[in-house]
């Protein structure tokens, strides 16, 4: 009977401490586990819904629900003007405002060519309605004002809509005393938005304008309109990003050449006064005091 509940009492224990072992086992995969979600929420970040294409979209095509698809976004790196789903105002992101107009049909036209997965800016789209031309890329207040080029001031066909010019003009002012032109930086930064008669700004070819069309003010407009048709108009490409600051710029052909113009010094002649006087067949001058 002893012998019995001594084997009764090792069992017991046996099993008393598998039990602890395997409690503790399961303890420490349960803590491992909270851990690892715990750094998996640690890691998460606040998303949102926002429109991305489905394929390629060029120039001047309607934006349609079928183009577009929701995907999650981080909200710290919304980029500026992007379409969200429900539309709402994201500091420095989202433009407010739908990309789909409830209750209208109207659609926007893309202004620059999408590639796939691409989001959806407010830059990138017109308004819903409007046309992919001129006038959509227009700032308000701003006006169109087209300048004649060829190959040499239309920086050899380089220009895109969206670039930056400075504008010369070449000519002889009126009145000038000099018988050379001068060149005059008379407009800088100002912004293309069509070349020919074209907004796109995915031109594939290099190709030599005729006309490129600029975003001014109206006094600029004057300005410009008033150089074209006193004197000859070149461009001047601004690299992407340049912010610096131009002063004055004015070159005529003695500063190109290194000319220095020298001034006239007119000496006056002492005033000289004479009376002449003939003897006989001979007409003598002699020298007098002058009186005044």
Do not use: H
Request: proline share 5%; glycine share 10%.
């Amino acid at each position: 009977m002893r012998m019995v509940f001594g084997l009764v009492l090792i069992l017991g224990l046996g099993l008393a401490g598998f039990a602890v072992y395997m409690a503790k086992g399961f303890i420490s995969t349960s803590q491992a586990k909270t851990a690892e979600l715990q750094a998996l929420a640690d890691g998460m970040v606040d998303t949102v819904q926002v429109f991305v294409v489905k394929r390629q979209i060029k120039y001047g095509e309607r934006l349609t629900k079928d183009d577009v698809r929701l995907v999650r976004w981080p909200v710290d790196a919304i980029p500026e003007g992007i379409f969200t789903f429900p539309a709402t105002e994201i500091e420095e992101g989202t433009p407010g405002e739908d990309l789909f107009p409830k209750g209208s049909d109207k659609l926007r036209a893309v202004l620059r060519t999408m590639e796939l997965n691409e989001p959806v800016l407010a830059l990138k789209v017109t308004q819903p309605g409007k046309d992919a031309g001129i006038t959509s890329r227009l700032t308000a207040g701003m006006r169109a004002f087209a300048i004649k080029v060829d190959a040499s001031s239309g920086v050899s066909g380089f220009l895109r809509p969206g670039d930056q010019i400075d504008v010369y003009w070449t000519g002889r002012p009126p009145n000038s005393e000099s018988d050379g032109n001068i060149t005059k930086l008379i407009q800088t930064g100002v912004r293309l938005i069509a070349i020919d008669q074209s907004a796109d700004d995915d031109i594939g070819n290099a190709n030599i304008a005729r006309t490129v069309t600029v975003e001014a003010t109206p006094q600029q407009v004057a300005s410009l309109a008033q150089a074209q048709g006193s004197g000859r108009l070149s461009l001047s490409l601004l690299g992407s990003g340049d912010v610096s600051e131009v002063g004055p710029i004015e070159v005529s052909q003695n500063d190109l050449l290194g000319i220095v113009t020298q001034e006239r010094v007119v000496l006056e002649r002492e005033r000289e006064c004479s009376i002449k006087t003939r003897r006989g067949s001979e007409v003598v001058e002699i020298p007098i005091p002058c009186t005044n």
